[in-house]
């Protein structure tokens, strides 16, 4: 597919007590049997003062070239001296790398008229990313087991006159010395003093957060008189991947979002990547733990196949995802996991990973033009602006054959 361009800590930690206690039998020890090729790229260098904000796109990032197949990619921010930047400090909203093919002979590498994205195998067509996770990103697992992978490179698929290329969306805030932390990360308009989008269009007035208020070179509300010093910092990403051969399965990239407003009656998806929880225990009475707040909705996959993985993404506050098949099955459920000290991946407050799906071979299949449940769960105990609920697969069309070896 090608297109052209206070209440908050004690319910943190019911929800780690709640989550862990679930059963992690979903996210099966991945063994790799085949030895891969790794690097490790930095982006390009930005620099973030306590309350600023960069949302930024950097084209022809380094990236393995040739016709190979990603097992992995991964990645978390960090200083000169390559030491990994908490979230408390540099909150990661989120990174996601695109594939696009630009013109062999065009030196502007940022002229975006002549580039077409590759995007994903759908559904939304603004979510076309290969890769993509935010504050999450230290602890979720991203490989793709053995024999399958995320194939790339095809000289077969690069149009004439064109070369594949690969950039990078890096989306941080710098919250150090922030009025309200967290109230920086979900992007509250208020503490950013802002009436317009980056276009200068004013905003609705019902719109009290979310990436509308915190684009690039925005500033969060911090505290009178803090002194912080501005630090250049870098997205460190490593990609791990195999040469090509025909013994390799090759998968598709799904992405679904709970806030797409299809209703069965057409085939366009209208995602709108993030939605609000309104505030709904206060001065009920109901304990921390049942104030939660859950959105769904219906989804449709083009062209179905076996699921190899699976993932959602969710920001602070988020109680859980699921996945349900048209019959209501479970295809994957994919739970937060909260930090719990002061040091990177394991920040207090802050979800620093989720756990995936690796579902035994054959045993989860999705038909073609299915329809499936997408249900987002956060918790309700304070109001939460700015939210994801997105869901990640990976499907096959067919199974490993046992007499393929690499």
Same mark, same amino acid.
């Given at each position: 597919?090608?297109?052209?361009?206070?209440?908050?800590? *004690?319910?943190?930690?019911?929800?780690?007590?709640?989550?862990? @206690?679930? @059963?992690?039998?979903?996210?099966?020890?991945?063994?790799?049997?085949?030895?891969?090729?790794?690097?490790?790229?930095?982006? +390009?260098?930005?620099?973030?003062?306590?309350?600023? $904000?960069?949302?930024? *796109?950097?084209?022809?990032?380094?990236?393995?070239?040739?016709?190979?197949?990603?097992?992995?990619?991964?990645?978390?921010?960090?200083? /000169?001296?390559?030491?990994?930047?908490?979230?408390?400090?540099?909150?990661?909203?989120?990174? $996601? $790398?695109?594939?696009?093919?630009?013109?062999?002979?065009?030196?502007?590498?940022?002229?975006?008229?002549?580039?077409?994205?590759?995007?994903?195998?759908?559904?939304?067509?603004?979510?076309?990313?290969?890769?993509?996770?935010? @504050? /999450?990103?230290?602890?979720?697992?991203?490989?793709?087991?053995?024999?399958?992978?995320?194939?790339?490179?095809? +000289?077969?698929?690069?149009?004439?006159?064109?070369?594949?290329?690969?950039?990078?969306?890096?989306?941080?805030?710098?919250?150090?010395?922030?009025?309200?932390?967290?109230?920086?990360? /979900?992007?509250?308009?208020?503490?950013?003093?802002?009436?317009?989008?980056?276009?200068?269009?004013?905003?609705?007035?019902?719109?009290?957060?979310?990436?509308?208020?915190?684009?690039?070179?925005?500033?969060?509300?911090?505290?009178?008189?803090?002194?912080?010093?501005?630090? @250049?910092?870098?997205?460190?990403?490593?990609?791990?991947?195999?040469?090509?051969?025909?013994?390799?399965? +090759?998968?598709?990239?799904?992405?679904?979002?709970?806030?797409?407003?299809?209703?069965?009656?057409?085939?366009?998806?209208?995602?709108?990547? /993030?939605?609000?929880?309104?505030?709904?225990?206060?001065?009920?009475?109901?304990?921390?733990?049942?104030?939660?707040?859950?959105?769904?909705?219906?989804?449709?996959?083009?062209?179905?196949?076996?699921?190899?993985?699976?993932?959602?993404?969710?920001?602070?506050?988020?109680?859980?995802?699921?996945?349900?098949?048209?019959?209501?099955?479970?295809?994957?459920?994919?739970?937060?996991?909260?930090?719990?000290?002061?040091?990177?991946?394991?920040?207090?407050?802050?979800?620093?990973?989720?756990?995936?799906?690796?579902?035994? +071979?054959?045993?989860?299949?999705?038909?073609?033009?299915?329809?499936?449940?997408?249900?987002?769960?956060?918790?309700?105990?304070?109001?939460?602006?700015?939210?994801?609920?997105?869901?990640?697969?990976?499907?096959?069309?067919?199974?490993?054959?046992?007499?393929?070896?690499?």
């Amino acid at each position: 597919m090608v297109f052209r361009f206070g209440d908050w800590s *004690f319910c943190v930690a019911i929800l780690v007590l709640v989550l862990s @206690s679930i @059963s992690s039998s979903n996210s099966l020890r991945i063994k790799k049997q085949v030895k891969t090729k790794s690097a490790v790229f930095l982006s +390009p260098e930005f620099e973030l003062g306590p309350g600023s $904000v960069i949302n930024r *796109f950097y084209y022809d990032i380094d990236f393995p070239r040739g016709h190979i197949a990603v097992k992995s990619f991964n990645a978390e921010v960090v200083d /000169e001296a390559g030491n990994p930047i908490p979230l408390h400090e540099t909150y990661l909203h989120h990174w $996601v $790398v695109y594939r696009y093919y630009q013109p062999k002979d065009d030196h502007q590498k940022h002229n975006r008229s002549k580039v077409m994205i590759v995007g994903n195998n759908g559904i939304c067509q603004n979510l076309g990313q290969y890769y993509g996770l935010g @504050s /999450e990103t230290r602890k979720t697992p991203t490989f793709v087991p053995d024999p399958y992978g995320v194939e790339v490179g095809n +000289p077969a698929e690069i149009p004439d006159g064109y070369e594949e290329r690969w950039l990078v969306n890096v989306h941080a805030i710098d919250t150090r010395g922030a009025v309200d932390g967290l109230g920086c990360t /979900e992007c509250r308009c208020d503490l950013y003093n802002v009436s317009k989008d980056e276009y200068g269009r004013p905003l609705r007035s019902d719109y009290r957060g979310g990436l509308l208020c915190c684009y690039d070179q925005t500033e969060c509300k911090v505290r009178k008189g803090f002194q912080g010093v501005k630090r @250049s910092l870098y997205l460190r990403y490593t990609v791990e991947w195999i040469d090509w051969t025909d013994s390799i399965l +090759p998968v598709k990239i799904y992405i679904f979002d709970v806030t797409d407003t299809w209703n069965g009656l057409n085939s366009e998806h209208h995602c709108q990547v /993030e939605y609000e929880v309104v505030e709904s225990c206060k001065g009920t009475g109901m304990t921390s733990d049942r104030c939660i707040d859950t959105k769904s909705t219906r989804v449709s996959i083009p062209k179905g196949g076996y699921v190899v993985y699976g993932a959602a993404h969710q920001h602070t506050g988020g109680a859980g995802s699921t996945l349900y098949g048209e019959d209501g099955r479970v295809i994957c459920w994919s739970n937060p996991i909260y930090g719990k000290g002061k040091q990177a991946g394991d920040e207090a407050g802050y979800i620093v990973g989720m756990s995936t799906c690796y579902p035994e +071979p054959g045993s989860v299949k999705i038909l073609d033009g299915e329809t499936l449940v997408l249900e987002s769960k956060y918790s309700s105990s304070q109001a939460h602006t700015g939210v994801m609920g997105l869901f990640y697969i990976l499907v096959a069309d067919q199974l490993p054959n046992s007499s393929k070896i690499f």
